[in-house]
C-alpha cells in the first residue's frame, strides 16, 4: 500500500517514471533472429554468445568496431582483427558494384600513362582525323591530323583522346556529336575502351553510357543515340603511325628451359 502510495504521489507531483534504458553489453547477450554473419566464421544463430566471442577474440589481432544487430539494438563489439583478415558487418555483399563505382571514378593520384598511335575506322576504311574542332575518319596513315595522344584516365579502361598536331580533344556533346575541344577536363571527353570479341575496339561515351564514337562510309561522324555496339560504324583498329612502330618498346620476355634432372656421371670401380 505504501509503494502504491509512492506511486500516486510522483504522478500527482507530475512527474512521470523514466523509460527504460536499453542495456548495452560488450558482448551478444541473446541470439539472435536473424543470422549475422562473424569473423569466427560461423553464423551467431544457433551459437551460445559467450563461445561466439571467444571465436572471435581468440582469432584476431588488431582493435576494431563490428556492429550487430541483437534483438533490433544496434550492439558494438568490440574485436580484434589481423590484418590479413576482413571485416564483414552485412551478408551476401556485391564487391562487382564496389569496383563498377571505382571504375567509373577518376584516378587522380596515378601517373597517366599516354600513349601514341592511330584509330583505323572498320567502315570508312581511312583513319580519326581531330581538326580542331571537327572530327573525321578520313585520315590516311601517318596523316598528322591521325596521330592521336591517349591518356589512361582510370585504373580501369577510361581513355580521354588528344590529337597530336591540333591538341584538341575528342569529346561528345549533350546531343550525341563528336566534337574537338581545346580543354578536356569534362567528362564528355572520356571514353570506355571495350575490346570486342572480333578484336576490334569500340569507344563508349563515359558520361552518355551506350553512346559509341562511330563513323559512316564516307568518314563522317555518327551521333551517339543512333549507335549500337554491334555496328560496324563503331569498330576501329589500333595501328601504330607510319615508320614509327619502332619507338615504340617492344616487350621483352625471356624463355626457360625445363629443368631436368642431374645425371652423375659414373666412376669404374
Not at 179 to 201: A, Q, R
Request: glycine content about 10%; some cysteine; hydrophobic content about 30%.
Amino acid at each position: 500500500m505504501a509503494e502504491k502510495g509512492k506511486g500516486g504521489g510522483r504522478e500527482g507531483m507530475g512527474l512521470s517514471s523514466p523509460a527504460p534504458t536499453p542495456r548495452l553489453t560488450p558482448g551478444l547477450t541473446a541470439r539472435s533472429s536473424s543470422p549475422v554473419s562473424m569473423i569466427c566464421g560461423v553464423k551467431s544463430q544457433g551459437m551460445e554468445p559467450g563461445e561466439c566471442r571467444a571465436r572471435v577474440l581468440a582469432r584476431t589481432s588488431p582493435r576494431r568496431l563490428l556492429q550487430a544487430g541483437d534483438a533490433g539494438l544496434p550492439v558494438w563489439l568490440t574485436v580484434s582483427l589481423s590484418p590479413a583478415q576482413v571485416l564483414v558487418a552485412e551478408e551476401n555483399v556485391d564487391f562487382r558494384i564496389h569496383v563498377e563505382n571505382q571504375t567509373r571514378a577518376r584516378d587522380d593520384v596515378s601517373r597517366k600513362q599516354l600513349r601514341l598511335y592511330q584509330l583505323y575506322s572498320r567502315t570508312s576504311g581511312k583513319h580519326i582525323q581531330v581538326l580542331g574542332r571537327r572530327i573525321s575518319a578520313r585520315g590516311e596513315d601517318g596523316d598528322k591530323y591521325a596521330q592521336l595522344l591517349v591518356e589512361t584516365d582510370t585504373f580501369g579502361s577510361q581513355v580521354r583522346i588528344k590529337g597530336k598536331e591540333t591538341e584538341f580533344y575528342l569529346c561528345m556533346n549533350r546531343k550525341g556529336k563528336l566534337v574537338g575541344k581545346p580543354d578536356g577536363t569534362s567528362k564528355e571527353c572520356v571514353f570506355i575502351e571495350k575490346v570486342l570479341e572480333n578484336n576490334y575496339t569500340a569507344l563508349m561515351s563515359a558520361k552518355y553510357s551506350g553512346w559509341y564514337v562511330g563513323f559512316t562510309k564516307k568518314g563522317r561522324p555518327r551521333k551517339g543515340p543512333k549507335t549500337r555496339e554491334n555496328q560496324q560504324d563503331v569498330h576501329f583498329m589500333k595501328r601504330y603511325p607510319k615508320g614509327q612502330a619502332e619507338l615504340q618498346k617492344p616487350f621483352k620476355y625471356t624463355t626457360v628451359t625445363k629443368r631436368s634432372r642431374r645425371i652423375r656421371p659414373t666412376h669404374p670401380g
